[in-house]
């Protein structure tokens, strides 16, 4: 993939499980996030390290392989930290970050091998502090590829309670949002805990979508046919967006009307993008 693809998906497995890994590899997600934080208990984290190194996960162009590790503050970082090189993984998840340290412990212990592998980090923003720091961590290393946001941590540490609609964490999200654009890079909002409610799931990543997130974390493989549909350019966005551009190029006015909407070079920058990703998750599919 490009160095500008973000997924639009990606499916976190807890890396202690065996046949969950073995049927995320089918799933359709764009990435498959191999859990070693909160999903494993302490007594099994290092079954699931070892489970790490040893599955055998698709590597091809199209599926990432990333790790979520144990924060960088936790007892348990230097022993992930170790079994990274053997897992190979194409992206870090780094958890609950709440400072450049922490994405330098994690860049420094992997230099040896990271710019071969073209290595990406995905610091997680899950608290108040990590907000009010999102600027600094964002570019604390050059292999940071997206932000994230961790919705369940962040509300229990501001103590929110969640309505349907969230508009108690529009705040947070917005902030990270921006900090990511500022700096070109992707980012992935929490995942939705729903898994037998559909509609309410597809107002969640329309939501994320709108505001802004380049794609949504999955917690379970029902969540992610929504969730690439969402994050990808209909058809109907897809033949407007050529036919936007063609009419620009030929009618070679840097202002016009269309279809009763004016459009500028803001609108046609928009209209580019949509034809990159349609291309990009086109050639994903085939």
Same mark, same amino acid.
């Given at each position: 993939? #490009?160095?500008?693809?973000? #997924?639009?998906? !990606?499916?976190?497995?807890?890396?202690?499980?065996?046949?969950?890994i073995r049927n $995320?590899?089918?799933?359709?997600? +764009?990435?498959?996030? %191999?859990?070693?934080?909160?999903?494993?208990?302490?007594?099994k984290?290092q079954?699931?390290?070892?489970?790490?190194?040893?599955?055998?996960? #698709?590597?091809?162009?199209?599926?990432?392989?990333?790790?979520? *590790?144990?924060?960088?503050?936790?007892? @348990?970082?230097?022993?992930?930290?170790?079994?990274? /090189? /053997?897992?190979?993984?194409?992206?870090?998840?780094?958890?609950?970050?709440?400072?450049?340290?922490?994405?330098?412990?994690?860049?420094?212990?992997?230099?040896? @091998?990271?710019?071969?592998?073209g290595?990406?980090?995905?610091?997680?923003?899950?608290?108040?502090?990590?907000?009010?720091k999102?600027?600094? !961590?964002?570019?604390?290393?050059?292999? &940071?590829?997206?932000?994230?946001?961790?919705?369940?941590?962040?509300?229990?540490?501001?103590? &929110?309670?969640? =309505?349907?609609?969230?508009?108690e964490? !529009?705040?947070?999200?917005?902030?990270? &949002? =921006?900090?990511?654009?500022?700096?070109?890079?992707?980012?992935?909002? $929490?995942? $939705?805990?729903? %898994?037998? +409610?559909?509609?309410?799931?597809?107002?969640?990543?329309?939501?994320?979508?709108?505001?802004?997130? =380049?794609?949504?974390?999955?917690?379970? #493989?029902?969540?992610?046919?929504?969730?690439n549909?969402?994050?990808?350019?209909?058809?109907?966005?897809?033949?407007?967006?050529?036919? &936007?551009?063609?009419?620009?190029?030929?009618?070679?006015?840097?202002?016009?009307? @269309?279809?009763?909407?004016?459009?500028?070079?803001? *609108?046609?920058?928009?209209?580019?993008? !949509?034809?990159?990703?349609?291309?990009?998750?086109?050639?994903?599919? $085939?």
């Amino acid at each position: 993939m #490009p160095s500008s693809y973000h #997924p639009r998906s !990606i499916l976190f497995v807890p890396a202690d499980d065996q046949r969950k890994i073995r049927n $995320s590899v089918t799933a359709g997600a +764009d990435a498959i996030a %191999l859990d070693l934080e909160d999903s494993v208990l302490p007594e099994k984290k290092q079954q699931a390290r070892e489970l790490c190194k040893t599955q055998v996960l #698709p590597r091809d162009t199209s599926t990432q392989i990333m790790v979520r *590790i144990n924060s960088p503050r936790s007892e @348990w970082i230097q022993d992930d930290l170790a079994a990274l /090189e /053997e897992v190979q993984p194409d992206a870090i998840l780094i958890p609950k970050c709440e400072s450049v340290d922490e994405v330098l412990v994690v860049a420094d212990a992997v230099a040896g @091998w990271a710019r071969e592998k073209g290595l990406r980090l995905y610091p997680m923003i899950e608290s108040p502090r990590g907000v009010l720091k999102a600027a600094e !961590i964002a570019t604390a290393s050059n292999m &940071i590829a997206a932000l994230a946001f961790g919705a369940e941590d962040f509300s229990a540490a501001m103590d &929110i309670r969640r =309505t349907n609609e969230e508009p108690e964490l !529009i705040y947070a999200r917005s902030a990270i &949002i =921006t900090v990511a654009k500022a700096n070109d890079l992707g980012v992935v909002d $929490s995942p $939705s805990l729903l %898994l037998n +409610d559909p509609e309410q799931l597809r107002r969640e990543v329309l939501r994320s979508r709108s505001l802004g997130f =380049t794609g949504k974390f999955a917690i379970h #493989p029902g969540q992610i046919s929504p969730i690439n549909e969402i994050f990808s350019p209909s058809a109907e966005e897809v033949t407007e967006a050529h036919q &936007i551009l063609e009419y620009a190029r030929k009618s070679g006015q840097g202002v016009f009307r @269309w279809n009763a909407r004016m459009i500028d070079e803001a *609108i046609l920058r928009q209209m580019r993008r !949509i034809v990159d990703r349609d291309e990009i998750f086109t050639t994903r599919k $085939s």
